[in-house]
């Protein structure tokens, strides 16, 4: 199983918006809508902020956004804030209940 | 509230085994699976495998098919993983996560602290 394509890094200045693209095959980003995103600040555990490809659980802010065209799927961050300088994930259903994540995408706020 | 606690850091010798423990509470320990998911240094986030407190039920990733054990303790509502036959290249934080049994979510919603396990002779 090979990780999702992620770029290393992007930016953004405050108040700008952000796309992270997570790019996968039709074995797992391209195949299910189980495709979600998750925050990561140095030295603390993952956080999940999109499943299901756009669906945000409670608590997160609705400037997070997901879509999926085909095998990539992508992250937006609307209104950048100071605080979403972070590492992001994507992860995917592989199939026969396998998971996959991305490389990760560091964020940072200008 | 919804809670997984690991076990704290380990040091460990090439060839050695570790077993690290992920305790959670708050939900129906039988409701849901646990995946550990772990990260090497300065590195991504990478799925060992799952296991299903309801029936011990596995599923590993490949690559870790022949060295990783998952099991449960119902009584106490904890999971626990071994790896066996350590190398440095398994140095890493090993995370705990509610889910990843099934499809559907909820997946990968709660997790553990990170446990750090260092291999190094």
């Known amino acids: 199983q090979s990780a999702l394509t992620q770029p290393p890094s992007a930016s953004g200045s405050p108040g700008q918006s952000v796309t992270i693209s997570c790019t996968g095959t039709?074995?797992?980003?391209?195949?299910?809508?189980?495709v979600s995103w998750f925050q990561q600040y140095p030295g603390k555990a993952p956080k999940l902020m999109i499943s299901?490809?756009?669906e945000r659980p409670s608590g997160v802010p609705d400037r997070f956004s997901g879509s999926k065209s085909g095998s990539t799927a992508s992250l937006t961050v609307s209104g950048l804030q100071a605080e979403d300088e972070a590492y992001y994930y994507c992860?995917?259903?592989?199939?026969?209940?396998?998971?996959?994540f991305g490389g990760g995408t560091k964020l940072t706020v200008l | 509230q919804i809670q997984l606690v690991q076990s704290g850091a380990e040091v460990k010798k090439p060839g050695a085994s570790v077993k690290v423990s992920c305790k959670t509470s708050?939900?129906?320990?039988?409701?849901?699976?646990v995946s550990w998911v772990r990260q090497a240094p300065g590195l991504g986030l990478e799925w060992v495998g799952w296991?299903?407190?309801?029936?011990?039920?596995?599923n590993y990733a490949q690559k870790f098919q022949d060295r990783v054990t998952m099991t449960t303790d119902t009584s106490t509502s904890t999971v626990y993983m071994e790896v066996r036959s350590l190398r440095s290249d398994d140095t890493a934080i090993y995370y705990c996560?509610?889910?990843?049994?099934?499809?559907?979510?909820?997946?990968?919603?709660?997790w553990g602290q990170g446990t750090l396990v260092t291999v190094s002779s």
């Open positions: 996560a509610r889910g990843g049994s099934s499809a559907p979510p909820p997946n990968f919603d709660y």
């Open positions: 708050g939900y129906t320990f039988s409701d849901y699976g």
């Open positions: 296991i299903t407190p309801f029936n011990a039920n596995t």
């Open positions: 039709s074995s797992d980003v391209g195949g299910y809508n189980y």
């Open positions: 299901e490809v756009d």
């Open positions: 992860s995917s259903y592989a199939g026969t209940k396998n998971w996959v």
